[in-house]
């Protein structure tokens, strides 16, 4: 008999005493094993070209349209701009490691007081997880993969690493994906060139991307806008 086989003579029993634990034990295992394994450390060394965010736009668009970015150094990215993401989408995101507990609280606790999603509690480190290898469709089952991600990506990443593929693969609009494309479209610059306030503006869509354009003086961007650009000092680029 296979080792393998021995394993679970052993174990068989158990499970038929215990049903409850063994359900749990099972999806454990489905969902450690469906996670990726070395795609996370190559980031490291890595420029990402497609995102299962990418894939999915390009799906829901009958693959008629296909949304491609161009991936940009973070070195070549003005720091106002990384300071404005950092500033309105994860203020602690140099002292969590994956999840920001204190403000997941504190969001949970307005939804639940409000009837409905109004606050968000996803860290960058979660957002990119959620953008690189999972797809928008919300279950139970993709929340608790999109974490277990999230927790190797920051013991497995710098956050100088994270900062940079996150930049260069999150949504800016319709078929806009990664920074070097947004910068161009938006306001023809490259993203170097953004000054503060084109900086704030791109930061200030990032939640509602396909709602919200960051060169459309709206009430909405100008009111998150204003928001960032006065955090801006606040935020300490740690790497």
């Given at each position: 008999m296979s080792e393998?086989g021995?394993i679970?003579?052993?174990?068989l029993p158990l ?11 099972y999806l454990?295992?489905l969902i450690?094993?469906s996670?990726p394994?070395?795609q996370?450390p190559?980031?490291?060394?890595h420029s990402?070209r497609?995102?299962s ?5 390009g ?5 008629f ?5 161009n991936f940009v150094?973070?070195e070549d990215i003005?720091?106002?701009l990384?300071r404005?993401i950092i500033s309105?989408?994860?203020g ?6 994956g999840v920001?507990?204190?403000?997941l609280?504190?969001?949970?606790r307005?939804?639940?007081r409000r ?5 968000g ?5 979660m957002?990119?997880?959620?953008n ?7 279950s139970?089952?993709?929340k608790?993969k999109?974490l277990l991600?999230?927790?190797r ?6 956050k100088k690493t994270?900062l940079?593929?996150?930049v260069n693969?999150?949504e800016w609009?319709?078929?806009?994906f ?6 161009e479209?938006?306001?023809d610059k490259?993203?170097?060139?953004l000054?503060t ?5 791109l930061a ?5 991307p396909?709602k919200h354009?960051?060169?459309v ?5 100008q ?9 801006l ?7």
């Amino acid at each position: 008999m296979s080792e393998l086989g021995l394993i679970w003579e052993k174990l068989l029993p158990l499970f038929k005493r215990n049903k409850v634990k063994s359900i749990f034990i099972y999806l454990f295992f489905l969902i450690y094993f469906s996670l990726p394994g070395l795609q996370i450390p190559i980031l490291e060394f890595h420029s990402t070209r497609i995102s299962s965010l990418m894939e999915q736009r390009g799906i829901e668009n009958f693959l008629f349209f296909y949304p491609k970015q161009n991936f940009v150094e973070i070195e070549d990215i003005n720091p106002n701009l990384l300071r404005a993401i950092i500033s309105m989408e994860d203020g602690s995101f140099f002292n969590h490691h994956g999840v920001d507990w204190k403000e997941l609280k504190t969001s949970l606790r307005v939804n639940t007081r409000r009837k409905k999603s109004v606050r968000g509690g996803s860290t960058l480190t979660m957002q990119l997880s959620k953008n690189l290898f999972f797809t928008t469709h919300k279950s139970f089952l993709r929340k608790a993969k999109e974490l277990l991600v999230t927790f190797r990506m920051e013991k497995e990443l710098s956050k100088k690493t994270i900062l940079e593929q996150y930049v260069n693969v999150i949504e800016w609009g319709d078929g806009v994906f990664g920074i070097q494309k947004a910068s161009e479209i938006y306001f023809d610059k490259e993203p170097i060139e953004l000054t503060t306030t084109e900086s704030a503006k791109l930061a200030a869509v990032i939640p509602s991307p396909l709602k919200h354009q960051p060169n459309v003086n709206s009430r909405y961007v100008q009111r998150r806008s204003s928001i960032i650009r006065a955090r801006l000092s606040d935020v300490v680029l740690d790497f």
